[in-house]
């Protein structure tokens, strides 16, 4: 290799580099690690690629969106004439603080919810332009279902788990440092959304009984005409839950089926991913003042329930909710605690009528919080490309072997020590890889 050539390539070795494919880090504008992360990790969830990229190829664009932003920057990598490298994503980031105001200012802001609002606004903008038709420029082909498409035409309220564990979590971050000191307020949120202005659709948030799990989803307000179909955004990320209820005075059982983008998982010492899916699905006794209305008694009544997937994502993506109110530090804290995340993850807590119950699922990326509290810290990602495992950290860029991903597992001990930790699990599903 010549003495142009990057550490990076040496280090992946020019018979290894992958062709057309490109390492590119971004720029921090001082604080936005929260969104240079999930987008790394977005960038290498393939599907996910493939279509913002199809978008920029059939968009006219009349206007500048949110969407276009992120298709530009996404080409821009893609078409890039080196294979290493950084770009600064002004005009996306730029964008951005447009979009919301929380995050036109230098705190960092939590990195689930922006992935949260950027997954939702980007499909208020596909229904957008599609309820515009073709004169927009991109009335065409968005929101076609393919094979992997929802398997509803509309999505339900979110749902939200009891447990105020979700954190708004401000933080001034550098580009330079893994964890930094940061000035910010961490404000208990159950991880939903708010709309963007003149969005298609909103986000609520509803309390869920079995209080481990949280499904972030957004409701269409359109019910007819080209909005009823599905668009890419739910072909990709939207999962179904059923909820079982059974009433323990009649037997008899309901349920009711509610839409997902990504589920938030509640952590505990020494756990993995599959044991707090598992804990998830177990059975709970409705009691006291939380009676279920059983609408064949006519009255409350105590009733066990139980939630299941019942439609699994092309992507699922599992938020560990590792900021909690404490209530005898009066504040929110950071829990460190080990859970192991696998490199390869099935399902087991999926209904009895599930759509897909064998799908096999690969880790792709990871979103990691690097600090000791939701008031300070840093986000960088790791990702998995062609077999090769990389390190986001903003602009840099290094290869790391699988068995780093150990590292970001959690801590065993001494939870409110500093710790770089699994924050956003992308797992990919085999079957569109």
Not at 143 to 156: F, N, R, Y
Not at 388 to 394: G, H, K, Q
Request: with cysteine; net charge neutral.
């Amino acid at each position: 290799m010549g003495a142009n050539v990057s550490q990076l390539e040496r280090e992946i070795g020019s018979d290894l580099f992958p062709a057309n494919e490109h390492y590119f880090g971004l720029v921090n504008f001082g604080n936005t690690c929260y969104s240079n992360s999930v987008l790394q990790a977005l960038y290498f969830c393939k599907p996910f690629r493939e279509k913002v990229l199809e978008y920029k190829a059939k968009n006219k664009r009349p206007k500048e969106t949110l969407l276009s932003c992120l298709a530009d920057l996404f080409y821009s990598i893609a078409t890039q004439k080196k294979k290493v490298g950084s770009i600064a994503p002004k005009k996306f980031i730029t964008r951005l603080r447009k979009e919301k105001e929380e995050f036109d200012n230098y705190m960092q802001q939590d990195a689930h919810e922006f992935l949260n609002f950027l997954i939702n606004h980007i499909n208020e903008i596909i229904l957008a332009e599609r309820n515009a038709g073709p004169s927009h420029g991109n009335g065409n082909g968005n929101g076609k279902s393919s094979g992997g498409g929802a398997s509803t035409s509309q999505m339900a309220t979110s749902t939200a788990s009891k447990s105020s564990s979700t954190s708004n979590s401000n933080s001034n971050s550098n580009s330079t440092s893994n964890s930094t000191t940061t000035n910010g307020n961490s404000s208990n949120s159950t991880g939903s959304l708010n709309a963007a202005a003149g969005a298609a659709a909103a986000t609520t948030s509803v309390l869920d009984a079995s209080g481990g799990l949280t499904a972030t989803t957004t409701p269409l307000v359109q019910t007819n005409g080209a909005n009823s179909e599905p668009t890419w955004v739910h072909e990709i990320f939207q999962g179904i839950l059923t909820s079982e209820t059974r009433c323990l005075n009649c037997e008899t059982v309901s349920s009711k089926d509610e839409n997902f983008f990504d589920l938030q998982v509640d952590v505990d010492q020494n756990t993995s991913i599959t044991h707090c899916l598992r804990c998830f699905s177990n059975t709970e006794t409705l009691c006291s003042d939380n009676k279920f209305k059983c609408d064949n008694c006519c009255s409350y009544q105590e009733a066990q329930k139980r939630m299941r997937v019942k439609k699994l994502p092309m992507i699922l993506a599992l938020h560990l909710k590792r900021f909690k109110y404490m209530e005898q530090f009066n504040r929110h804290i950071k829990v460190s605690h080990r859970v192991v995340f696998p490199l390869e993850l099935r399902l087991f807590n999926t209904s009895d009528d599930a759509v897909n119950p064998d799908r096999l699922y690969d880790l792709t990326a990871v979103v990691i919080h690097c600090g000791s509290g939701p008031n300070r810290g840093h986000y960088i990602s790791i990702v998995k490309s062609h077999g090769l495992w990389l390190l986001f950290d903003d602009d840099m860029v290094d290869k790391i072997e699988a068995s780093t991903i150990e590292d970001f597992y959690g801590l065993t001990s001494d939870i409110h020590k500093s710790s770089e930790t699994g924050y956003i699990l992308f797992y990919q599903s085999r079957d569109c890889a």
